[in-house]
């Protein structure tokens, strides 16, 4: 099988990558090795998002999967240090000014139908076990769709859209820990837990400071709630407890969270991740790109993670587009696609390490304090944190560095 694109794994990046390479003329295999979309993490979404889905054709979809709305976040960054930030006090910067907490097997499954009807053909059950190279120059996939059943496709670009598997960055040993955020993640759902909502019904994430970290809160369909806890690598080593043991301290240490945990019921495994974050020095080679996950995950604190995927999916399109016009698809020629999504992962990246530094010093100089008093200060924070990277300048928030 000879195609122009394959792209290995169907969560949002590689979904929309491959719908929008299908809608520029494109033949697209997309391989994703799961028989159906499954849990997955990341399920706080930004406003930013309706651009991409309305250019993807999926917005009707994705407002009638009955996702709950989402209007904003409350930051707790220290006891009786809480901050409300609402993404529709500026509307006039994103198509709507909400977005929705979704389960992210629903979600998944919505932009990978629409990648198979906007003509991507789509092989589900498809194990990637080996990414093909001539020399330097990747080449195509060797895959699985039964045990022992091995079969090969091949390609003028290949896409890695594989997550926190990184099939290509293994490959090269490319992938290795962001050396200032070494944190790992614990989180599970709840069902029938408390949660906090907005006058109209609709429903925010809240993210709390704890003891080694912090906690989010993302309330989902009916009465499921997903409560995770990111805590400093170091922190978890010293304390010498199990994941279960840490987690559930983390939770009882946050009187608002555990009275909301309090009598619910647990409805899935505590799912851990030692290393959450880490870095790729370079996503595009001779033949190939990283889209998303694939090319590295800096922390969830923003929920940044799928609107950069889906940003990420677009431009590495034009310059997949673009190459197979040109007969050009040399990591020289996809350069353009890393230094465009360069730009907003800097962006968020900077504001994660200072979240960071606000939870350590504990105190009220912060930008969520100043923002009280700034209008200005507040626009910029909240388009920043809806996912207007490229709508607002960081350097422009004053005392942000």
Same mark, same amino acid.
């Given at each position: 099988?000879?195609?122009?694109?394959?792209? *290995?794994?169907?969560?949002?990046?590689?979904?929309?990558?491959?719908?929008?390479?299908?809608?520029?003329?494109?033949?697209?295999?997309?391989?994703?090795?799961?028989?159906?979309?499954?849990?997955?993490?990341?399920?706080?979404?930004?406003?930013?998002?309706?651009?991409?889905?309305?250019?993807?054709?999926?917005?009707?979809? !994705?407002?009638?999967?009955?996702?709950?709305?989402?209007?904003?976040?409350?930051?707790?960054?220290?006891?009786?240090?809480?901050?409300?930030?609402?993404?529709?006090?500026?509307?006039?910067?994103? !198509?709507?000014?909400?977005?929705?907490? *979704?389960?992210?097997?629903?979600?998944?499954?919505?932009?990978?139908?629409?990648?198979?009807?906007?003509?991507?053909? *789509?092989?589900?059950?498809?194990?990637? $076990?080996?990414?093909?190279?001539?020399?330097?120059?990747?080449?195509?996939?060797?895959?699985?769709?039964?045990?022992?059943?091995?079969?090969?496709?091949?390609?003028?670009?290949?896409?890695?859209?594989?997550?926190? $598997?990184?099939?290509?960055?293994?490959?090269?040993?490319?992938?290795?820990?962001?050396?200032?955020?070494?944190?790992?993640?614990?989180?599970?759902?709840?069902?029938?837990?408390?949660?906090?909502?907005?006058?109209?019904?609709?429903?925010?994430?809240?993210?709390?400071?704890?003891?080694?970290?912090?906690?989010?809160?993302?309330?989902?369909?009916?009465?499921?709630?997903?409560?995770?806890?990111?805590?400093?690598?170091?922190? *978890?080593?010293?304390?010498?407890?199990?994941?279960?043991?840490?987690?559930?301290?983390?939770?009882?240490?946050?009187?608002?969270?555990?009275?909301?945990?309090?009598?619910?019921?647990?409805?899935?495994?505590?799912?851990?991740?030692?290393? !959450?974050?880490?870095?790729?020095?370079?996503?595009?080679?001779?033949?190939?790109?990283?889209?998303?996950?694939?090319?590295?995950? /800096?922390?969830?604190?923003?929920?940044?993670?799928?609107?950069?995927?889906?940003?990420?999916?677009?431009?590495?399109?034009?310059? /997949?587009?673009?190459?197979?016009?040109?007969?050009?698809?040399?990591?020289?020629?996809?350069?353009?696609?890393?230094?465009?999504?360069?730009?907003?992962? $800097?962006?968020?990246?900077?504001?994660?390490?200072?979240?960071?530094?606000?939870?350590?010093?504990?105190?009220?100089?912060? /930008?969520?304090?100043?923002?009280?008093?700034?209008?200005?200060?507040?626009?910029?924070?909240?388009?920043?944190?809806?996912?207007?990277?490229?709508?607002?300048?960081?350097?422009?928030?004053?005392?942000?560095?």
């Amino acid at each position: 099988m000879d195609y122009e694109t394959i792209v *290995v794994g169907g969560g949002p990046a590689g979904s929309a990558c491959a719908t929008f390479l299908a809608q520029r003329g494109h033949r697209v295999l997309l391989l994703e090795k799961e028989p159906e979309m499954g849990f997955k993490v990341g399920e706080s979404l930004l406003p930013a998002l309706w651009e991409y889905w309305n250019k993807l054709g999926v917005t009707e979809k !994705i407002e009638a999967a009955g996702f709950p709305i989402k209007r904003g976040v409350w930051f707790k960054t220290a006891p009786g240090a809480d901050y409300l930030l609402r993404t529709d006090e500026f509307p006039e910067y994103f !198509i709507r000014p909400y977005t929705f907490h *979704v389960d992210r097997a629903t979600y998944d499954r919505l932009l990978l139908e629409n990648a198979r009807e906007k003509g991507v053909e *789509v092989l589900m059950g498809a194990a990637v $076990s080996e990414a093909l190279f001539d020399g330097g120059r990747a080449t195509g996939v060797a895959f699985e769709t039964a045990p022992g059943e091995r079969r090969t496709a091949r390609c003028k670009v290949l896409v890695d859209a594989t997550g926190r $598997s990184t099939l290509l960055s293994s490959r090269l040993s490319r992938r290795y820990s962001h050396p200032k955020l070494r944190k790992a993640a614990f989180y599970t759902h709840f069902d029938g837990a408390g949660r906090r909502l907005n006058e109209d019904g609709s429903t925010l994430t809240d993210i709390h400071a704890t003891e080694g970290g912090w906690l989010w809160c993302i309330p989902l369909r009916g009465d499921l709630t997903s409560i995770g806890a990111v805590l400093d690598g170091d922190f *978890v080593k010293a304390s010498g407890r199990s994941p279960e043991d840490l987690f559930a301290a983390a939770v009882q240490a946050d009187p608002e969270i555990a009275a909301w945990t309090a009598g619910a019921r647990q409805t899935m495994q505590l799912h851990r991740i030692p290393s !959450i974050s880490y870095l790729n020095d370079d996503f595009t080679g001779d033949g190939f790109l990283m889209i998303g996950d694939a090319s590295l995950f /800096i922390d969830p604190i923003f929920s940044a993670g799928v609107t950069i995927a889906m940003r990420g999916a677009e431009f590495a399109a034009d310059a /997949i587009s673009e190459a197979l016009r040109s007969g050009d698809s040399s990591a020289a020629a996809f350069k353009k696609y890393e230094q465009k999504i360069r730009v907003p992962i $800097s962006k968020i990246t900077r504001m994660i390490v200072n979240w960071y530094e606000i939870m350590k010093r504990k105190d009220s100089g912060n /930008i969520f304090e100043w923002s009280r008093s700034s209008p200005m200060l507040r626009e910029r924070l909240i388009v920043l944190l809806s996912g207007g990277y490229d709508k607002i300048d960081l350097d422009a928030i004053s005392k942000w560095s």
